[in-house]
């Protein structure tokens, strides 16, 4: 029966909160989606805005079972017994963590807080962060005692976007809490909505497990992003050693070559870690900041490569005719945000060449340059192009039949097998 379970409240129903919705209404509880965001919710409303691997008919059937409420309502939060917080928690300025969502959320999430209630953060955090910030704020605006009063824990997303096989359900899901009843009344919550839980002891240290995942990308493609620049100036094929090193059944784990890290999470948790150690008495995180910095250079690099392929065969970047294949910020998604990919087409387009771009998954992109017309992916194009550029390896480019007709290809992801990232 939907809603038999009580009230669930989730607050920020972007990418993160509404899966968490769903999939809470999908098991029985009662839920109330809540988004400042008035456009969203009417979006949600009328079935549609599920992203990036959520699939519609499981937000239409929530919606029509009565089980999900999308809201911009506060009342509709009222005398919720699990209340989950997925708001944004952007990079400031100096890279500081950005918390004013989150405070903004637990501001108005206390004046409906009940004795008995939980609280579960899903918006990634710095370490401290729970018990700080989070547990003090809803103590003040609550006027009820954490851990006591309510229960309050960390349990941070892990998704994986456009991965098919590692879902919201079956990926193992990181339960913390500020003492042990804490602990226990969110891992009993998770347990509801995924297969499996990880009892983590503190909520720090969760915290910290979250940027450490993600972090642990950022460093390891800034790794290969380094090697296969060195290796182009050594004339060594990239592609071929990574294949190579990647047969190794033990100690080592395949990444790859491209245009630097998108998206909001690596940029945050790495920012966010390397905020902390700068503000500890430790010393600075001189391997994650060099690492933030390799990747960030990489759209610069690329764009050189697309100037010399074009300069080097006789030609001009001003009016050239550039094709870009792929905006997202990684394969099998729509996300652009912090993509290199609209980086490299902007400077190009303000270096005065034509740019064109497709990917199958942007419809529109409202940090694109103006003068970038969105296009299809056919062999024709490609034709017709005096350089094309494959910035995001999305399934749906066949790229066999497409770098077939470019009269000069750029392939900084080393996936046609060029030995130095520059044209066929
Ligand atoms: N997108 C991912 O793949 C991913 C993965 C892991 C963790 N995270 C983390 O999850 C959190 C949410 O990310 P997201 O991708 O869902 O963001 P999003 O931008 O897609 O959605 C956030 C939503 O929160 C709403 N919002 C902002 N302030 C609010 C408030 N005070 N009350 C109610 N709603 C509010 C916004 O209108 C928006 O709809 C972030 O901390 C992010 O770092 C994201």
């Given amino acids: ?55 519609t008919k499981r937000l239409v059937s929530v919606l029509d079972s009565g089980a999900y409420t999308p809201t911009s309502a506060q009342e509709d939060i009222s005398y919720f017994d699990v209340a989950v917080i997925a708001v944004p928690t952007p990079v400031g300025v100096d890279g500081s963590p950005d918390l004013s969502h989150i405070v903004d959320a637990v501001d108005m999430l206390g004046k409906y807080l009940k004795i008995g209630a939980t609280v579960s953060i899903e918006s990634s955090l710095h370490p401290g962060a729970t018990e700080g910030v989070v547990a003090s704020g809803l103590a003040y605006s609550s006027g009820k005692e954490p851990g006591v009063d309510f229960y309050l824990g960390y349990s941070p997303e892990r998704v994986d976007t456009g991965n098919k096989q590692y879902l919201f359900e079956n990926t193992p899901k990181i339960v913390s809490g500020i003492n042990d009843a804490s602990l226990n009344a969110i891992d009993d919550f998770y347990l509801t909505l995924v297969e499996k839980t990880v009892r983590v002891a503190g909520t720090s240290e969760a915290e910290l497990a979250k940027l450490l995942e993600n972090t642990f990308r950022q460093v390891n493609v800034a790794l290969v ?46 920012s966010y870690l390397s905020w902390s150690a700068r503000n500890s008495s430790g010393p600075p995180l001189m391997v994650v900041e060099a690492a933030m910095r390799v990747n960030s250079s990489m759209a610069g690099h690329v764009v050189q490569q697309i100037v010399n392929c074009i300069t080097g065969n006789g030609g001009r970047v001003e009016g050239s005719k550039i094709l870009i294949l792929g905006l997202a910020y990684k394969p099998g998604v729509s996300e652009t945000a912090n993509s290199s990919a609209i980086d490299i087409a902007n400077t190009l387009a303000g270096m005065g060449a034509q740019v064109f771009a497709a990917d199958p998954h942007v419809q529109e992109c409202s940090t694109l340059s103006d003068s970038i017309a969105m296009v299809e992916a056919t062999p024709q194009r490609c034709a017709e192009a005096d350089v094309v550029a494959l910035l995001v390896n999305h399934r749906e480019f066949d790229i066999d039949q497409l770098a077939g007709k470019c009269r000069l290809l750029v392939d900084p992801l080393y996936v046609t097998g060029s030995r130095n990232a520059l044209c066929k």
């Fill in 225 to 270: 992003n380094e090697i296969a620049l060195a290796a182009s100036s050594l004339g060594i094929d990239v592609g071929e050693a990574l294949r190579a090193a990647e047969t190794k059944p033990f100690g080592y784990m395949g990444f790859h070559p491209g245009t630097g890290t998108g998206g909001h999470c690596l940029l945050s948790a790495s």
């Fill in 1 to 55: 029966m939907p809603g038999n379970r009580g009230k669930v409240a989730v607050i920020g129903q972007g990418h993160i909160g509404l899966r968490v919705a769903v999939r809470a209404a999908e098991v029985g509880w009662s839920v109330a989606g809540y988004d400042i965001d008035e456009t969203r919710v009417k979006e949600l409303m009328s079935g549609l805005g599920a992203r990036d691997g959520l699939e």
